[in-house]
């Protein structure tokens, strides 16, 4: 979804990795049928469908598996950083400040993310990654991509599109931000109090123990 302004829903992106192409994830591509089969060939799977989706009989195919996958990722809601409790760090009080000057244009919003589609820095020629100008086909949209969220982004490294830069401090400094050395670390300790670490070890999100009465 960072750079395919068509896919607009959950269960559209769930689509992406299974049967992409560019790049294979899950390498499921005109194997849809597939899926079913797998799936249906697990009675806990069909018993558990049924419940999900009695007004289709419990039909398994991936339509189904999209809305699924979809309806659990709604549930995935995180507002439990110290921004969030108003509870800043005396650092991250100071960072706030940095960060409302050099990186709130793009990233806005209770989810810090304007959702628009920027480039930063000139566009490598020969790059194989157009971004928003693969799906546009226009030279100006190479290289851009939408604005990720910035909540709990302490944790979800590697960082950029592609997952290249390792840590947070390197990301601060590949944007290029006009960021004085002295206000670097108060930065960071922002981005850092955007995390909710609560919300990672919330045991009604992790895996199950057990499916149909039985351990997995």
Not at 95 to 107: I, M
Request: aromatic share 8%; hydrophobic share 35%; glycine share 8%.
């Amino acid at each position: 979804m960072l750079a395919d302004p068509s896919v607009t829903s959950l269960e559209a992106q769930a689509a992406i990795p299974v049967f992409g192409t560019h790049p294979v994830e899950m390498g499921m591509a005109d194997q849809e049928p597939e899926i079913a089969k797998r799936l249906g060939s697990d009675r806990c799977y069909r018993d558990m469908f049924k419940r999900a989706f009695p007004e289709d009989g419990g039909r398994i195919d991936f339509s189904n598996v999209a809305k699924a996958i979809a309806s659990f990722e709604r549930t995935l809601v995180s507002f439990g950083s110290d921004f969030d409790k108003g509870d800043l760090p005396e650092d991250a009080g100071v960072g706030q400040r940095v960060f409302e000057r050099t990186c709130s244009s793009c990233h806005s919003g209770p989810n810090f993310t304007d959702l628009a589609y920027h480039r930063i820095g000139p566009f490598e020629p020969a790059s194989t990654d157009l971004g928003l100008g693969e799906k546009t086909g226009q030279a100006e949209d190479r290289g851009k991509f939408r604005t990720p969220s910035l909540r709990n982004v302490a944790l979800s490294a590697p960082y950029w599109h592609d997952g290249s830069v390792r840590t947070l401090a390197e990301a601060v400094d590949r944007h290029g931000l006009h960021v004085a050395e002295a206000e670097r670390a108060p930065l960071l300790a922002f981005l850092d109090a955007l995390t909710d670490r609560d919300f990672v070890s919330r045991k009604s999100l992790a895996m199950p123990m057990t499916a149909c009465g039985k351990p997995l």
